[in-house]
């Protein structure tokens, strides 16, 4: 697997639209980390609800590693990690800080305070993700997340992609906008939702038009380069993966910048679209 896709995505298999059952999840994910193309995949994420569960569907000496969706209260996060069955360790959590045109700051600076206690704790997580929505007061955040960052606390940002309604699912323009405020912050970020082919398409089941992960990768490379926003939102738009595949393959061998990755409900699909625009060369064991 390149450099440049290690890690590029979670396995959301119990999440919608998938909506695998938890033990499912569990089996599918245990195969794919043994697969060959297993540095492709990130962590199981898991609501934080259902992670005690994980305890009764693991083997005596099996370990796994997930990251925590937050369907609790912000106040309630941090018993999370601690109360996690020994063979479970909590990589990361992920966890909104606002809806749409809401003030982001007070979740926001609860979450930062979190993860600086999360930081310091015995099994530090790698990283804690502020969802934020992409209006109202989203550049201050940014500020506030970059500044806890640059104190040493693990944090970073998400951002949502899509979703059931048309108003979940940013323009190129407010996508790359995003992309390049990151840049701008050194601020890592990822992105849930929508990202469910490789290049931009119009979904006949959703009805409205998708990202692909493919564009966010070349678009993010051109950022990193210094890209201005025009430029990224171009690459964000484009429907011919040609240009797209000219520079990922020019980064294949180096670590990939800013964007951490993405959730996706199926591993096999994206990893078929990368081997089908020859960013991967592989095959599926019979």
């Known amino acids: 697997m390149p450099a440049l896709l290690d890690g590029l995505v979670d396995d959301a298999a119990v999440f919608p639209p998938g909506s695998a059952s938890l033990p499912d999840a569990v089996a599918a994910h245990r195969r794919h980390r043994t697969a060959w193309y297993a540095d492709l995949v990130g962590p199981l994420l898991v609501p934080a609800t259902r992670l005690p569960e994980l305890a009764g569907l693991l083997g005596a000496d099996e370990r796994i590693a997930v990251g925590v969706i937050g369907d609790v209260p912000l106040d309630r996060l941090d018993e999370v990690p ?38 310091a704790g015995p099994a530090p997580l790698d990283a804690v993700y502020a969802e934020l929505p992409l209006t109202f007061g989203l550049m201050g955040a940014l500020d506030a997340l970059a500044a806890a960052r640059a104190d040493g606390v693990p ?56 990202h692909g992960f493919v564009n966010v990768l070349a678009a993010t490379l051109a ?10 939102a171009e ?27 993405f959730g996706s409900c199926s591993i096999l699909e994206p990893l078929t679209d990368l081997i089908r625009l020859g960013l991967v060369n592989g095959g599926f064991d019979a």
């Open 223 to 232: 950022a990193a380069g210094g890209a201005p926003v025009a430029r990224v």
């Open 155 to 210: 944090v970073a940002a998400k951002f949502r992609t899509g979703g059931l309604a048309a108003e979940l699912f940013p323009t190129p323009a407010e996508l790359a906008a995003v992309i390049c405020a990151c840049r701008d912050r050194d601020l890592p970020f990822k992105l849930t939702a929508g990202l469910h082919q490789a290049v931009r398409h119009l979904d006949s089941e959703t009805g409205f038009t998708h």
């Open 82 to 119: 601690a109360t996690a069955d020994p063979r479970v360790r909590v990589r990361q959590v992920e966890a909104a800080v606002a809806r749409r045109g809401e003030d982001p700051l007070p979740g926001l600076t609860e979450l930062v305070a979190l993860a600086r206690r999360a930081g």
């Open 235 to 261: 690459l964000l738009t484009a429907a011919d993966p040609r240009p797209l595949v000219q520079y990922a393959e020019a980064g294949l061998a180096e670590p990939r910048p800013l964007w951490i990755g």
